[in-house]
């Protein structure tokens, strides 16, 4: 099967557009969306969030997810088949001091998109799923005031766990809806 990838900044609508088409006019159809763009800032509490930061982690993490499942939705709708899947966090469940407001908020903005997605987009054959890891070992931790040690990143989940629940998600059968997975280490990293 052949494969094909670019960078996009998901929250640069006409960016995510030109990339949608550019996937339609290559194979005639969009399957399945993995939305899993995301970034966080060290200054992160109420105290030391800066609006700076506060518009690019909403852009990025909330309005990317909107744009990406927006452009996919008219293929989808057509073929009357698809799945989105939305990566948002434990952060977006439980809120917490070491995620921060904004992630925080972010990723409970996530939760209500998918939620939508499913309520309006079922009868046109679109599913979605949420996926809410925990520690998950990718350049963002290095974001976190105190970043984690190598021992710490080794037991947090890996990107090709995250990848694994991907592929379960999108071998499921159209009439089956897995709406929510919450994935977590094994053990506590913090």
Wanted: charged content about 15%; aromatic content about 6%; overall charge negative.
């Amino acid at each position: 099967t052949p494969v094909r990838f670019r960078a996009v900044d998901v929250a640069d609508e006409l960016a995510v557009q030109a990339w949608v088409d550019d996937a339609v006019a290559a194979f005639g159809r969009i399957d399945v969306l993995a939305s899993c763009a995301g970034t966080n800032a060290p200054r992160r509490s109420w105290a030391n969030t800066t609006m700076d930061s506060w518009h690019e982690l909403i852009a990025t993490n909330l309005t990317g997810i909107f744009l990406c499942a927006r452009a996919v939705l008219p293929t989808m709708r057509a073929q009357h088949d698809g799945l989105i899947i939305n990566v948002s966090s434990i952060a977006g469940i439980h809120p917490g001091t070491i995620s921060g407001v904004a992630y925080g908020a972010s990723k409970f903005g996530v939760m209500s998109l998918n939620g939508t997605l499913n309520l309006e987009e079922w009868q046109n054959g679109v599913r979605a799923t949420v996926v809410c890891p925990g520690e998950v070992s990718t350049p963002i931790m290095d974001k976190r005031p105190n970043p984690p040690s190598p021992n710490a990143h080794a037991r947090m989940i890996q990107p090709e766990d995250l990848g694994a629940t991907f592929v379960f998600l999108a071998t499921l059968p159209p009439r089956v809806v897995v709406e929510e997975i919450l994935i977590r280490p094994t053990v506590r990293v913090f």
